[in-house]
């Protein structure tokens, strides 16, 4: 069995004995995240449970679709709602982040001062086990998405899929493997994917939505990224996109906007190692990929104050766009093979 007895029963427990349950997702939220949340809050529901879904910021208008029957709350917009939620909430169950501060200043230091049962369900390496009372973490999944399906198998004897349970799992699979092209070598998810498909997810559609819904401002602010903003270190199978807070005024920037351009950088032959770094209101962001055995997850926590998956991961700085830009050259002229 993937988890203990133990886990399982303890987590059917609280959830049969609380009254109110608050989902959070991660801050800057993605795919995996969203689509966790929104299936775990139907299932709830199925349950006759009642929870409220806490999202730290705006999410990409790209998941609209994940969540339209689903409660719940952006944070940043609503502090002091989202506080009265988790002081009120006798469960809490963090989807696609492992330690507080993911889920944004705010939110960590709400959690860090709650006493409540909290649960952790997540795919990052290194979780703050201490801050959890309940942790169910596994790293060699394709997405928390697909753990929440493993999960809820096992607290549930029954057939529990929904459509809209199934279709969540499906947008936290198929967007955190960027669309079945990266850690997706394991059997299991298919097996998962082939039960979402029987209970009446429409992949099709989703792709569609998830995919093919773009602004044309979003269209051509990549278009631009790709021709004046990308510097490609040959020699150190290395590619950077930058782009300034002028550039995302001038299309327009929306949230999600910048969603993916950073695997271009690997879309190039002999590429390994992507770099994408935007200059935000308040910080630098930085997004990493890797194709091959290069740890953007190490190099994230080493130098830029972050961290996630081993091909997947992302930082921040508080200095300038330039010295953020001459520092990950110098970076990568150092770490990446010659
Ligand atoms: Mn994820």
Redesign the pocket.
């Known amino acids: 069995m993937l988890f203990p007895q133990t886990y399982i029963s303890e987590l059917k427990d609280k959830i049969e004995i609380a009254n109110n349950i608050v989902l959070i997702s991660h801050f800057n939220p993605d795919g995996?995240?969203i689509g966790a949340v929104s299936s775990l809050y139907h299932y709830l529901k199925l349950k006759n449970k009642s929870s409220k879904v806490i999202i730290p910021n705006e999410f990409p208008n790209f998941l609209d679709f994940v969540m339209t029957d689903v409660s719940y709350i952006i944070a940043s917009k609503n502090n002091n709602e989202a506080r009265n939620l988790i002081d009120q909430a006798d469960l809490i169950i963090c989807l696609?982040f492992n330690a507080f501060h993911r889920a944004g200043d705010f939110i960590k230091d709400i959690l860090l001062s709650s006493s409540k049962p909290k649960v952790l369900i997540d795919?990052h390496l290194e979780p703050e086990i201490k801050n959890f009372d309940l942790v169910f973490s596994k790293i060699n999944v394709s997405?928390?998405s697909e753990l929440l399906y493993e999960v809820l198998s096992l607290i549930e004897e029954k057939p529990f899929l929904t459509k809209d349970i199934a279709q969540g799992i499906y947008v936290g699979i198929c967007t955190?493997t960027g669309s079945f092209s990266f850690s997706c070598n394991h059997r299991r998810t298919y097996e998962v994917v082939a039960e979402l498909v029987d209970n009446g997810v429409d992949v099709e559609y989703v792709h569609q939505e998830v995919y093919n819904t773009y602004s044309e401002n979003r269209l051509r602010l990549l278009g631009f990224c790709l021709s004046e903003r990308l510097t490609v270190f040959h020699k150190q199978k290395a590619a950077m996109i930058y782009l300034s807070k002028e550039d995302l005024k001038r299309f327009n920037y929306q949230i999600g906007d910048c969603e993916g351009i950073v695997n271009f950088c690997l879309s190039i032959k002999g590429i390994e190692f992507g770099v994408l770094v935007t200059e935000r209101f308040d910080r630098i962001r930085i997004s990493l990929r890797s194709k091959l055995d290069f740890d953007v997850n190490q190099f994230a926590r080493k130098y830029w104050n972050g961290g996630g998956h081993q091909k997947a991961a992302g930082g921040h700085s508080f200095e300038s766009l330039e010295w953020v830009l001459e520092k990950l050259t110098e970076q990568i002229k150092n770490s990446c093979k010659e």
């Open positions: 995996d995240t696609d795919h997405s928390t955190d």
